[in-house]
């Protein structure tokens, strides 16, 4: 299982931008959690952050043949990015979509995620473990997960 994990721009600031919305953790921090729950669940991981709209356009379309699924956090191109947008829709596997805060409960600017249309799930608001959780979404998705080979609780 191949997954890419993408950063959106301002997110290599945080541990020092905003910890009361992100949290103290880096960006560093984030990736060396993810680089460890990917070796727990056998996948490969891309993992890149860019404050560059096109950048993140070009490792979009890059993931149709290096990636089985996308994780991305699109940062403050969530609310303004039709180029992304249209690059996610290509992508063929399950998007998965995060935000470290609870963009829902946030000001009017921060409320609505353009992206949201284009991905499968969407976690936002527990902070740095998003990325995990977003990882384990991602395998389930991708009929991946221990916890898919069981039907739910309330279906047996």
Request: with cysteine; hydrophobic share 45%.
């Amino acid at each position: 299982m191949r997954l890419t994990v993408l950063n959106g721009p301002n997110l290599n600031l945080i541990g020092e931008r905003e910890p009361e919305i992100y949290g103290s953790a880096t960006l560093a921090d984030v990736e060396a959690d993810c680089r460890a729950f990917a070796d727990r669940i056998g996948a490969s991981l891309s993992f890149h952050q860019s404050n560059h709209e096109g950048v993140l356009v070009d490792l979009i379309q890059d993931a149709r043949v290096s990636a089985d699924a996308l994780i991305i956090n699109p940062a403050g191109y969530s609310f303004t990015s039709i180029a992304m947008l249209d690059a996610m829709k290509v992508f063929k596997g399950p998007v998965v979509e995060l935000h470290i805060s609870n963009i829902h409960a946030r000001d009017e600017h921060h409320r609505h995620s353009k992206l949201s249309s284009a991905a499968k799930a969407v976690i936002c608001g527990v902070g740095p473990y998003g990325y995990i959780l977003a990882m384990q979404a991602a395998a389930h998705l991708l009929g991946r997960s221990p916890l898919h080979a069981h039907a739910p609780a309330a279906s047996r």
